[in-house]
């Protein structure tokens, strides 16, 4: 009666209570439920009414009215789950699982002792995820083959221990490494990713290519440990910490126990939100742009980032005039993205030139004058920010562009020298806008945080180049500081 995808639900049935079967169909599980045994009583829904009554004539059929009730219901919400141990979903999107499993309040239930067997149609990874984000771990996962096709079948309880999934944990699941069935999925998740990957070629989006094979790459291979010191050197090689100005703070600022790692975060800025993601995604070494120790340190507060650095034993490298000056680094993707967008094709030349061929932003020039309310738009858009400031008097048209990430509205002076017409950087002060508009120069405050947080993706993509063995996370708590209202 059941398919290979019903039955592996089936085997996941805890047996100690009342089965609730979410989209139930034909009620076929349901009713090998009641005859194997399995259960004494299962709560049967679907959304609509035609599959219900497909449900009633396969339960009329077996003589099972008494156990299985039917129930027209959205997801769980008009199900009554007192006595309810095990909820099963199958046939569904990962998204709407996730969905349905949110939407049911925790007073309605016991959530320490129902299991969630779920047998997603697509994205088990984003299920994976959700999952853990709502307390519950998965306590075993099983592919099955159904003509041909290969479907994910997961169990997950409830745990009170918190942990967050990677992006790679999340496609990676939690499967039995001895069961064939498990080497063929991956096989066809790696090679699935590949070919995305050659897609993402194609369409020209490069910055995608390389972590979409590293995730393929770890999918086949598994993820491997590699030494701090070593990552510390390779980005040494991209970005020399002695290039670093003066006043600056880059480096390894924090070392943990091990001094090894298999798990980075990367971040703007090391907050105590991100640290607590990074704990929650179980890594080891967070790599940032603006240092965690900037200033000497006179006391360590509880609440102070270097105080949960050591004590979660994570270790902290931190990148930041050095990455802003090197060609690569955060002024390079913004020139990067400028060219892209506008069809740059002349070369830059360098803004703040700082000696031995090194300097800080770039100039670039325009094919054609631009209105400044359109360009601002563009900028909003390449940056990912929610508004951006210009001046208010200043030319309307702009070509000739410098720019460096940041805080550099203090190069005013040095654009007008170069007879430059606008300026894009953040943290613009309020004199700086009265200079802009006296010198006739147009000013884009992009913001501090949109102007350098775009350097991630770059360094996501320059690590997983070299160490594609790595799972590199770009921190979801890498977060502009302010809101807008």
């Known amino acids: 009666m059941l398919d290979n995808r ?21 009620a076929y599980l349901a009713a090998e439920l009641i005859n194997s ?16 009554d497909s449900a009633k004539k396969t339960v009329e059929k077996y003589n099972i009215s008494d156990k299985v009730e039917l129930v027209l219901s959205d997801g769980l919400s008009g199900i009554c789950l007192d006595g309810v141990t095990d909820i099963i979903i199958a046939g569904m999107g990962g998204e709407t699982i996730s969905d349905i499993i949110a939407d049911v309040s925790l007073n309605r239930y016991d959530e320490t002792v129902v299991r969630w067997i779920l047998q997603p149609m697509t994205k088990p990874e984003y299920l994976r995820k959700k999952l853990y984000e709502l307390k519950k771990y998965i306590v075993e996962e099983r592919v099955v083959e159904d003509n041909g096709k290969l479907y994910v079948v997961m169990c997950a309880e409830y745990s009170p221990d918190y942990r967050s999934l990677t992006e790679f944990d999340a496609l990676y699941g939690f499967f039995d490494e001895s069961d064939p069935m498990t080497v063929k999925y991956r096989e066809h998740e790696a090679e699935r990713l590949e070919k995305k990957a050659q897609g993402l070629e194609s369409a020209g989006r490069f910055d995608e290519v390389v972590h979409c094979s590293a995730l393929s790459y770890k999918i086949k291979n598994g993820v491997e440990a590699v030494q701090i010191s070593e990552i510390y050197n390779y980005l040494d090689q991209l970005y020399p910490f002695a290039a670093q100005e003066k006043w600056d703070n880059s480096g390894l600022l924090v070392e943990n126990n091990s001094e090894w790692c298999d798990t980075v975060v990367l971040t703007l800025d090391i907050t105590n939100r991100v640290i607590c993601e990074a704990e929650e995604k179980l890594a080891d070494l967070i790599i940032s742009h603006h240092p965690v120790i900037f200033d000497p340190l006179k006391r360590i507060a509880f609440n102070s980032p270097v105080y949960n650095l050591i004590k979660a034993d994570i270790s902290a490298i931190c990148a930041h005039t050095n990455l802003d000056i090197a060609a690569g680094g955060t002024n390079g993707v913004i020139l990067k993205k400028l060219k892209e967008r506008f069809k740059i094709e002349n070369d830059p030349e360098p803004f703040e030139e700082l000696g031995g061929g090194e300097n800080l932003g770039w100039i670039v020039e325009l094919p054609e004058r631009v209105r400044k309310e359109e360009f601002a738009a563009d900028l909003k858009e390449i940056f990912g920010c929610e508004y951006v400031r210009i001046t208010a008097h200043a030319r309307h048209f702009v070509k000739r562009i410098a720019f460096c990430s940041g805080s550099g509205g203090s190069m005013l002076g040095l654009a007008a020298e170069k007879g430059c017409d606008a300026l894009i950087t953040g943290d613009v002060k309020h004199d700086v806008w009265i200079d802009g508009n006296n010198r006739n120069i147009a000013i884009f405050d992009c913001g501090h945080f949109h102007t350098e947080n775009i350097v991630l993706w770059e360094l996501r993509r320059a690590l997983e180049e070299k160490y594609p063995q790595l799972d590199i996370e770009i921190a979801e708590k890498s977060q502009d500081p302010c809101r807008y209202i």
């Open 6 to 26: 019903l039955k592996a639900c089936a085997d996941f049935v805890s047996g100690k209570g009342i089965v609730c079967d979410v989209g139930t169909d034909h």
């Open 37 to 52: 045994g399995k259960c004494s009583r299962v709560i049967a829904s679907d959304i609509k009414e035609g599959p219900l």
